[in-house]
Structure formats: structure tokens, C-alpha cells
């Protein structure tokens, strides 16, 4: 990562601390190794448990954690407990049944920590506990430099108040607590904890359909340098919350909620969560939990994206105490949010409602927006010297029409280290390659640089893009929709982007650095992991010809396609695809409605199996009768089929797929390959006849071979593990 001069960094410091921003100091230039985990585990006697139920054992946070204490042939009030050899009986004071104490524990210390538990004769048990600050960072690698407070920005729920000027340089605040209520109107007003109560108080039916005041405590707070915000129904004259006892209205389920965005979405904390404010949610006794940094126009970087989610839950768990289920819930940047931290973080998230999704932002997302698409329009647009129909062109770029092929063509901003900074960044800070070499990139590679590495000789991130050997057109061609004289000039000209995204005639070569720690850490979505063991509703609002909109069908396929190919089948997966008559991702949806409540079945059901099997098994055989794969007419009519890319069925002449130019160059719908693996010029991939001349020619282009997709592409593997850390040893 670069500097500023210690000095003037910290003036610069000073000066945005004061007025709502600040700059974090401290830096390195190489990114940690990535690791996986491995949580301690108590020894001593089986007589004797202990547990952490906030968290991972290896992944404390802020000092805290809530911990049970299981003693089957003691007396639990007998057992002595210490912390790092002090006495630490004092927290223990919530009994649960003959056998078990439970409490937070409080005073860990940053670093490990041992809690003893003994019963005074022979037999003990101890824990090792690692506790880290609750600024963060634990798993995600050193901080991003620079990062720009923006609390004095961030609106508290149903006022005109911010939460004011950040306490230090991680951007602190202290936490407070709002009520605020549903009115009759329907709409959130804040409510007055002390005084007469509004006389517009609408009533829900929370938990087991009990009516309740629609009143809602919102906790606003800063954690891992975030502002996270949790609320649930809870009405203030009542019992303070605490994790021995929750309040009527709460069903005992959270919905963490991940937003959408990517664009700018780096070095800032972000004025905004995702929501926690939806009264359809909220009214169903859900809790409901996000954070400024699960917000991708916030941060598109799911290393943090997971951490923060992490630290957030955990903080929930210590407040509250244990949901009965975590669900996640979200949309565009909000499903990459999801999916990746349910897979390469299994445990965090039960069960997730996805929309308008993606697999990955890493190569997904911008082989489609900033990268193919864009070389294949600049082509057409700029350098092509035989004619070219718009139709054409479109074929080969495999999206929906032109519109989406010229929108996503001049949309390069998710590598482009310039194009689309937040304008809250000081512009002085940011990277400009003649005047400020050193300065910010607000590129995705160089934003999560602790995934992907950093180039040592440049310190940038290290960049996996890469369409050496791809056969631009290759689709087309078979299918008659252009000619060959248009194929070879197509790949003779289309180049590659450099390093500042700056069009090169040379193709680009995928960083096998970055390629390796995508592929074995989960930056490129595996499906494999935690993704197996739980069930995934993949709810789709069709927009493939909706004003270039890049929230296209078939990045639903290919999740589906990287699920089977990992686990044998997709029975944990449902797909529902409809029109975009109630947006892109909304609860006035009645179909998405119904994914929530079968979801809470789903989870639910899950919960009481007891059968033998695996969880992959167990959540197969949970999923609620009637929930199928479907789409849906404009008229809302059901039509219930298995929804398979590439077939004639009834929800693909409704609502047909389309893909990427990669796709069309031969990748299969998975779309993982991102570097591909190279094979010698072949003439049975062409349907057409080569003569002479246009043999040579291609074999000029492609001197050193083209794609072969049957090989799995170059460092393409299996994850090295879940629980990947990129924080210090």
C-alpha cells in the first residue's frame, strides 16, 4: 500500500478528523499469505465444556464474548473460573438447566487469552480465546489507506440528526440507541421513549402472530471502522435486551441485509447501511442487521464485506443472544456479499434470498462490464475497419441487445483506477499516473489487494484479467451470424487494457499470482464450501433488454453451474425468475414476499432434523413442499419447470438468457475460467472452411494457441480451505 509522508499525513489527519473524515495511517506494501483458521478447543475433562457462542473462538472481538459452560457432574455455582489466572466467576450468573452457566465474559485482552474452568478437585477445562480490537482488522488483511470517516454524514433513522464528528481515527462514535415507530400511514416517525404515546401506533403480529406495538429499537454504532445499525420490535417500557431474554416480538431470526453498488465503493465508511428499516420484515418479528461496509457502493470487497458481517453478528449475538437462524439478504453487490460469505465463511449465514446476482465481482461481473465487453465494443465502435451490422456485433458480445453491449462498453469503471472515486476522497489523495503515482486506485484489484496480492515492483494490486487465447466471435461464426474475414479481424484488433485500464493492442495477461490466491481462497466464487450446506433462494427480476441494465438471466446459471459441478446436484438451490413490473429486488413482490416465508420455513425445518446425513443432505430434504424452480408470467401466472440455461423450456422463451463474450468464445456457462489454458489452432472448433490465407492469418493472431475450455484454466483449483485469514500469523 503507498503513504503520505508520516508528517503531512498526519495533518492531513487532523484536519479531516475535524471535519468528519479521517486518514488511516499505517500500511504495508506486501499483502499478507492467506491462511486458513483453526479454531482452539478446550482440554481437559469431557466433564467439563466450555463454548464461545458469539463466535469462532480465533475471531473474538472488542473484549467480549458471550460463553456457556456445561458441567455434567458438578454443581455449576462449585466451579471455579478464571481469566488469564484472575477470577472471572462473576459473569457467569445466568443459569440454563442443572448443568450449564452462561455469561459474557468481559476484559480479554488483544491476543489470546486463556479461560480455566475447574470444579476444585481434579478435573478443569480451558479455552484459549484470541481476541481482537473491535476497529478490526482479524481476517481481512491491513486496513485500507486512505479511509474517510463519514459519521458527521450518516442520518439517524426518522430524524434530520447525524451521528456528528468521529471520535478518533478509526472513525468511532459512541452508540446509541433510537426508537422510532410504524404509523397507521405507514410510515417510520420517531417515538417518544418518555410521554404520552402517538396515537398512530400501528399494531403487527411479530412473533407467533401475537399483536404488538409496531415500535423498533435501531442500534447505530461504528465496528471494523463500519457503521452498523441492528433493529428489532422491542418497546422500551419493556425489559432491557439482553442475551438471556428476548423480547416478545422478535421471532428469533436475523436478516443481515448486504447493498448493492461497487462503483466508488472503495476507501470510505460510507454514510449509508443497506437498511434496517422494512416494515415487512420488521413487522414478521425478524431482526434485521447491516453495516456501512456491506454496502458495495461503500466497499466492493467481500474480504472486508465478510469480516464485517462477522463482527456485526457477533456483536448482535453478545446483545441479544443467539438467533435461531441468520439470514442473507440482498441484491447485485448485496449477492456477491452473500454467496461468497456463505461459502468461504461457512457459519455466518443459514440460508440466503439472493437477487439480481452474480458469482463474484473478481471476474464475473466485469468480464461483462468492464473488460470483454468493453474491448468488443471499442472495437466496433473505433477500430473496426470492415462493416459491421449492430446485430452482429451483438452476437458476438453474447449480451442482449446493443444498448447492453454500448452501456456495459463504456462502463470500465471497476478497473479503472480513475473513472469513478468517491468524491469524498480528498482529490489530493487519489492516483494520477504522471502527478501522483502513489496516490489511491479506485480499481476493485487495488481495493482488495489483501485478497489478490500486490505487485512488489509496483505495489499495485495484482490484476487476474486475462483473454490471451480467446476466441472472440467464435459463437458467431459457427452460427453464421458473421463472417470469417470479420472473425479475424475482430481478434486481430480487439488488444487487451493495460494496468490504468488504458486500451493496449497487445491482449492482457492474467497476474498467475492473483489468479492462484483467487481461485484457492474463494475471490472467485467455488459454490463448494459453505454454499453446499445450506439452502439459497436465487430470486431473478428480468432485465436483460431493460435500458442496457447488467443484472442479466445468466449470471444465475452460472451460479447454478458452479454449485452442481462442485456438489453433484442443486438440490439446496431454487431459482424464480419474473418481470421487473415491482423492481429489481422488492418486497412488493408477492413472489419475493413468498421466498422469505419459505425461506423461514426452510431454516426452521432444518433446525428440528435430527435424521442422519450430511448437511447438505439434511437442508435437501428440508426445502418446504411447493418449493420448486419457477417462473412467472406478467400476470403472475406460475409455470413450474426446472430452470436448465441452454434448453426450449417455457421460462427461457419468457424470460431467455443470454451470456458474455467469453461465453460466446466457447467458456461454458459457469463463466470460472479465468485465465484459460491454451491449445494449438484447431480446425474442428469452426463449422465454416479456412482457406489458406485465413489459416495464416489466424495462426498469426493466435501464435501461441488458443483456448482450450475442456482443461480447467491455468491455476484454476480447489479452495484451500473456508475460514481463509489474510490478518498476521
Not at 455449576?76 to 484472575?86: E, G, Q, S
Not at 465503493?265 to 456491506?294: C, E, H, P
Not at 441479544?320 to 453487490?333: E, I, R, V
Not at 430452470?643 to 419468457?654: E, H, K, M
Request: proline residues 5%.
Amino acid at each position: 500500500m503507498w503513504a503520505l509522508n508520516r508528517k503531512a499525513a498526519g495533518a492531513l489527519c487532523l484536519a479531516l478528523l475535524l471535519s468528519g473524515c479521517c486518514l488511516l495511517a499505517g500500511q504495508s506494501v506486501a499483502a499478507s499469505a492467506p491462511r486458513v483458521l483453526h479454531e482452539h478447543h478446550k482440554t481437559g475433562s469431557d466433564s467439563i465444556r466450555i463454548a464461545v457462542l458469539s463466535s469462532r473462538n480465533d475471531v473474538v472481538s472488542g473484549g467480549t464474548a458471550l460463553i456457556s459452560i456445561d458441567s455434567q457432574l458438578v454443581d455449576p455455582d462449585r466451579l471455579a473460573i478464571t481469566l488469564n489466572k484472575v477470577d472471572a466467576r462473576k459473569y457467569f450468573n445466568h443459569r440454563e438447566g442443572s448443568g450449564r452457566i452462561s455469561g459474557v465474559l468481559v476484559g480479554l485482552k488483544n491476543g489470546p487469552n486463556v479461560l480455566k474452568v475447574s470444579d476444585g478437585r481434579r478435573d478443569s477445562a480451558s479455552l484459549t480465546i484470541t481476541n481482537w480490537p473491535i476497529s478490526g482488522p482479524i481476517i481481512s488483511g491491513a486496513h485500507e489507506v486512505p479511509f474517510i470517516c463519514m459519521t458527521n454524514e450518516f442520518a439517524l433513522p426518522a430524524t434530520t440528526e447525524t451521528l456528528g464528528t468521529p471520535l478518533d481515527r478509526d472513525c468511532s462514535v459512541a452508540t446509541r440507541i433510537d426508537y422510532v415507530y410504524y404509523s397507521t400511514q405507514g410510515q417510520f416517525k420517531p417515538f417518544p421513549v418518555r410521554g404520552a404515546k402517538p396515537a398512530d401506533i400501528s399494531t403487527t403480529r411479530g412473533f407467533k402472530s401475537a399483536q404488538v406495538p409496531f415500535v423498533v429499537r435501531v442500534e447505530t454504532g461504528v465496528i471494523n471502522r463500519g457503521i452498523y445499525q441492528i433493529a428489532m420490535l422491542h418497546d422500551p417500557t419493556q425489559a432491557a435486551v439482553s442475551p438471556f431474554g428476548k423480547p416478545s416480538g422478535w421471532n428469533g431470526a436475523l436478516l443481515y441485509q448486504f447493498g448493492g453498488g461497487c462503483e466508488g465503493g472503495m476507501y470510505v465508511q460510507g454514510k449509508s447501511t443497506a437498511g434496517v428499516l422494512d416494515a415487512k420484515i420488521l413487522g414478521r418479528g425478524f431482526a434485521m442487521a447491516s453495516s456501512s461496509l456491506n454496502v458495495y457502493a461503500n466497499n466492493c470487497d467481500d474480504l472486508l464485506a465478510s469480516e464485517t458481517m462477522m463482527m456485526v453478528k457477533e456483536h448482535f449475538v453478545k446483545t441479544f443472544g443467539l438467533p435461531t437462524h441468520t439470514l442473507g439478504w440482498g441484491c447485485s453487490g448485496g449477492s456477491y456479499q452473500a454467496e461468497q460469505i456463505a461459502d468461504n465463511y461457512p457459519g455466518l449465514l443459514d440460508g440466503i434470498v439472493v437477487g439480481c446476482s452474480f458469482p463474484d465481482v473478481g471476474h464475473a461481473a466485469v468480464t461483462v462490464n468492464s473488460f470483454g465487453a468493453r474491448l468488443v465494443y471499442e472495437y466496433y465502435a473505433k477500430l473496426a475497419h470492415l462493416p459491421w451490422s449492430k446485430e452482429q456485433i451483438v452476437a458476438v458480445s453474447g449480451l442482449a441487445d446493443f444498448v447492453s453491449l454500448e452501456t456495459a462498453g463504456k462502463r470500465n469503471s471497476r478497473i479503472d483506477p480513475t473513472s469513478k472515486c468517491s468524491s469524498s476522497i480528498p482529490p489530493s489523495m487519489l492516483y494520477d499516473a504522471v502527478s501522483n503515482s502513489k496516490g489511491a486506485r479506485c480499481s476493485i484489484y487495488d481495493h482488495g489487494a489483501n485478497g489478490f496480492g500486490r505487485d512488489p515492483n509496483t505495489g499495485f494490486g495484482r490484476r487476474p484479467l486475462d483473454n490471451v487465447g480467446v476466441q472472440y466471435g467464435l459463437g458467431a461464426l459457427n452460427a453464421g451470424a458473421i463472417s470469417i474475414a470479420q472473425f479475424i479481424e475482430l481478434n486481430q484488433l480487439i488488444g487487451g487494457l493495460d494496468i490504468d485500464a488504458k486500451r493496449t493492442p497487445a491482449r492482457s495477461t492474467g497476474d498467475r499470482v492473483a489468479l492462484r490466491r483467487g481461485y484457492q481462497t474463494g475471490r472467485f466464487l467455488s459454490g463448494g464450501a459453505g454454499l453446499a450446506q445450506i439452502p439459497v433462494i436465487d430470486y431473478r427480476a428480468y432485465v436483460d433488454f431493460r435500458n442496457g441494465d447488467n443484472h442479466q438471466r445468466f449470471h444465475s446459471f452460472s451460479i447454478r453451474a458452479r454449485m452442481l459441478a462442485a456438489n453433484g446436484d442443486i438440490d439446496n438451490h431454487v431459482m424464480l425468475t419474473e418481470s421487473d413490473k415491482y423492481g429489481l429486488f422488492s418486497l412488493e413482490s408477492p413472489h419475493l414476499e413468498d421466498a422469505l416465508e419459505q425461506m423461514d420455513v426452510w431454516l426452521s425445518n432444518i433446525a428440528v432434523d435430527s435424521t442422519a446425513g450430511s448437511a447438505h443432505q439434511r437442508v435437501a430434504r428440508a426445502r418446504p413442499v411447493g418449493l420448486v424452480d419457477a417462473c412467472y408470467t406478467k400476470d403472475d401466472t406460475m409455470i413450474v419447470e426446472q430452470q436448465v440455461y441452454g434448453r426450449a423450456t417455457q421460462c427461457n422463451a419468457l424470460y431467455p438468457p443470454h451470456s458474455n463474450p467469453h461465453i460466446v468464445a466457447g467458456q461454458s456457462i459457469a463463466n470460472n475460467v479465468v485465465k484459460c489454458s491454451l491449445k494449438a489452432l484447431d480446425l474442428s472448433d469452426y463449422t465454416v472452411r479456412l482457406n489458406a490465407a485465413e489459416l495464416l492469418a489466424l495462426k498469426n493472431v493466435f501464435v501461441n494457441g488458443v483456448c482450450d475450455y475442456k482443461k480447467p484454466g491455468i491455476e484454476q483449483q480447489p479452495l484451500i480451505g473456508t475460514w481463509v485469514s489474510f490478518g498476521p500469523a
